[in-house]
């Protein structure tokens, strides 16, 4: 964990995009996940990206891939009251997956 | 296509008792990977087999802790005597390709 940092918290109104950043200190990285985390639930992987790419997108999540200063951020488009929970960003080097302390999300009325 | 199962889903023990956690992965995933998650914390890994044999476990404690998975299937990870800082959810993922499939973990409170 102590290798990939986000911030803790964000809290956004329904219908605004959020954008939950991450940095990490491995520059072998194969891979870059975000994973979601419902109170109570295992992390739901929600999407991920290969270190050679800058972008995906897929429907409203958008990851974008720093690689040079190793910043990689997930936005989501129109956030709904759904896509509050804990997120995760974790990186990859070789089979390991090392995980940040996860983003809270609060999504307001 | 049925998910990673694991149980029980709570257990809470008293200090210096033992606890076992079982896992069944994803059918087909050779790989199967133990986590623990602390509170407010990520999950950091504790053990991974692939098939019926162990590839790290540098970071499990492994004075308390034991897992094996012997027919290459389901797991059990075990702890014996437990702490109250093994308070914590304990997670199980596998895979077979580039991406861990997680079950719902099992929350464990030690008193």
């Known amino acids: 964990g102590e290798d990939v940092e986000q911030s803790l918290f964000l809290s956004v109104r329904e219908g605004d995009s959020s954008v939950i950043n991450c940095t990490y200190t491995?520059?072998?990285?194969?891979?870059l996940y975000w994973y979601k985390q419902e109170p109570g639930a295992g992390l739901q992987l929600l999407t991920y990206i290969f270190s050679n790419m800058d972008m995906k997108q897929d429907q409203r999540l958008t990851v974008l891939l720093n690689k040079k200063d190793k910043h990689l951020s997930l936005r989501i488009a129109d956030t709904q009251t759904g896509d509050s929970a804990i997120y995760f960003c974790a990186e990859r080097d070789d089979y390991k997956l090392s995980f940040g302390a996860g983003t809270t999300v609060t999504v307001r009325a | 296509e049925a998910g990673v199962a694991q149980s029980p889903r709570y257990k809470i023990i008293e200090k210096r008792q033992s606890v076992a956690f079982w896992c069944n992965p994803i059918s087909g995933h050779a790989t199967l990977y133990w986590y623990q998650q602390i509170l407010g914390q990520g999950p950091k890994l504790l053990i991974q087999f692939q098939n019926n044999g162990v590839v790290d476990d540098s970071q499990l404690p492994k004075d308390r802790f034991s897992a094996e998975r012997l027919k290459g299937v389901d797991s059990t990870l075990k702890i014996q005597p437990a702490k109250l800082e093994d308070s914590a959810v304990y997670l199980c993922?596998?895979?077979?390709?580039?991406?861990?499939?997680f079950g719902p973990g099992t929350r464990l409170t030690v008193l």
């Open positions: 491995d520059s072998s990285s194969t891979y």
């Open positions: 993922a596998s895979t077979n390709t580039d991406t861990q499939y």
